[in-house]
DNA sequence: ATAACTGCAAAACGTTTGCGTGTAT
DNA sequence: ATACACGCAAACGTTTTGCAGTTAT
């Protein structure tokens, strides 16, 4: 029973695809390498960017990427949002589809042919509130 | 007349600053050096980021995380958003206030408390559309 | 069988830091 | 005079790449 993909499907990204799937906490690259190595211990790290890079390209995972941080990865392909905690760098998702709206704004106002949207908010989560971090504004 | 700031306004610091000022195109670190060279030749690099990185904490600049790439500088410090073109990478602003209304939506929904949002729609500018380049999506 | 995939090590990249010298206040 | 700022070069953490051996198809 031949998949019909252009690349194979092996362990190390079938491991990272579920793992992704079933988490929800935006792990970077490296993150990904650790929970993978619990199951597949020689997989390098190399190999773990090659393949999110992989299944990034192919659809199958998403990059949330803040310019000057670590990338992080994400299970959940359809177009949503994240809210980033400033003190412990936590990514949540946001439901929260403003999108559709602006995009005609923004199609009409600048003269693009808006494709996408990444809408990042930054606060400081429940657990970080009142930790005494919020003087480093 | 001594100034009222707990920091030097030297040479480097004004030129990057008035220049971060005078300019729309949201240039990066190293775009920014090769600028300040154009006056001041001997300016390093490293002053460059410890500069950028003074001038943003001050609030004077923004810094500005556009998914995927190196963290990129603006003079205007007002709370703005950006529209970014897939093809030749150009950044620009966008005027619109989506902030406020959601602020409350998410403090509510995740218990976050929301400092800021950065919103950055990607698509095609005017200038590249049609130049048979959106074939790479 | 063979093209795709892998681990490893090294390179590349953007950014930060230590140190001794220079400069704004 | 002195604390702050600087240039230089080296270090840093993240990501990418070259290569030779391995594996899925």
Chains 1, 2 share one sequence.
């Not at 992704?20 to 935006?26: M, P, T």
């Not at 890079?53 to 177009?79: C, F, H, K, N, P």
């Not at 809210?83 to 929260?96: F, K, M, N, Q």
Request: with cysteine.
């Amino acid at each position: 029973m031949p998949e019909n993909r252009d690349f194979r499907m092996t362990a190390s990204r079938r491991e990272i695809l579920s793992l992704l799937e079933a988490c929800s906490s935006h792990p970077t690259a490296e993150e990904v390498c650790t929970m993978v190595r619990e199951r597949l211990p020689k997989v390098s790290l190399a190999t773990v960017y090659r393949n999110l890079d992989l299944l990034a390209r192919e659809g199958l995972i998403r990059t949330i990427s803040v310019a000057g941080e670590q990338r992080r990865y994400d299970g959940m392909v359809e177009e949503h949002h994240h809210i980033r905690c400033e003190v412990c760098g936590r990514v949540e998702d946001v439901e929260l589809s403003c999108r559709d709206p602006l995009e005609a704004l923004l199609a009409d106002s600048k003269g693009y042919e808006v494709r996408g949207c990444t809408l990042c908010f930054v606060g400081v989560c429940g657990e970080c509130a009142g930790d005494g971090a919020e003087s480093d504004e």
